[in-house]
């Protein structure tokens, strides 16, 4: 099953479409563990005409892209942007913003599970030789 993708934008056409989709979902795939399975990932794209206060820029256009992921757990969510001018490269680049923001994203949940762990293995250490302390000696027979 893939991690549903929505796009969403203005004079998006579908061969854009589809590189967005076919380049996103490579790290959506990767690291779909840690993605909240009840909610889509969403991709918004826009272009903005250069040029209102800038006249060396006349005739050029910026394109945008942004998305949105939700993670497992309470309010988690990732936004990753990009901009350039050429929205093909624009969703080159924000691929691998998001497959570096979803690493980090899972490098820091398995540090938190870690942790967590090895605090309680501690309180389980403390709480046997605690044990041992209260328990007398073993006797040893003839051998």
Same mark, same amino acid.
């Given at each position: 099953m893939t991690v549903p993708l929505q796009v969403m934008?203005?004079?998006?056409?579908?061969? &854009?479409?589809?590189?967005?989709e076919k380049k996103? *979902?490579?790290?959506?795939?990767?690291?779909?563990?840690i993605l909240n399975d009840g909610k889509v990932v969403e991709l918004h794209m826009r272009t903005e005409k250069l040029a209102v206060h800038d006249e060396a820029h006349a005739g050029r256009s &910026?394109?945008?892209?942004?998305v949105i992921a939700h993670l497992k757990g309470d309010h988690k969510c990732i936004t990753v942007s990009a901009e350039g001018?050429? &929205?093909?490269?624009?969703?080159?680049d924000l691929e691998a913003k998001l497959a570096s923001k979803l690493r980090k994203a899972k490098e820091k949940t398995q540090a938190v599970k870690e942790a967590r762990n090895r605090g309680s293995k501690e309180e389980m250490?403390?709480?046997?030789? *605690?044990?041992?302390?209260?328990?007398?000696a073993p006797k040893m027979g003839p051998l």
């Open positions: 934008g203005k004079d998006v056409t579908d061969p &854009m479409r589809g590189h967005a996103l *979902s490579v790290p959506l795939e990767k690291f779909k563990a &910026m394109h945008h892209a942004e001018e050429d &929205m093909y490269a624009t969703i080159d250490d403390a709480a046997v030789l *605690s044990d041992d302390d209260n328990e007398p």
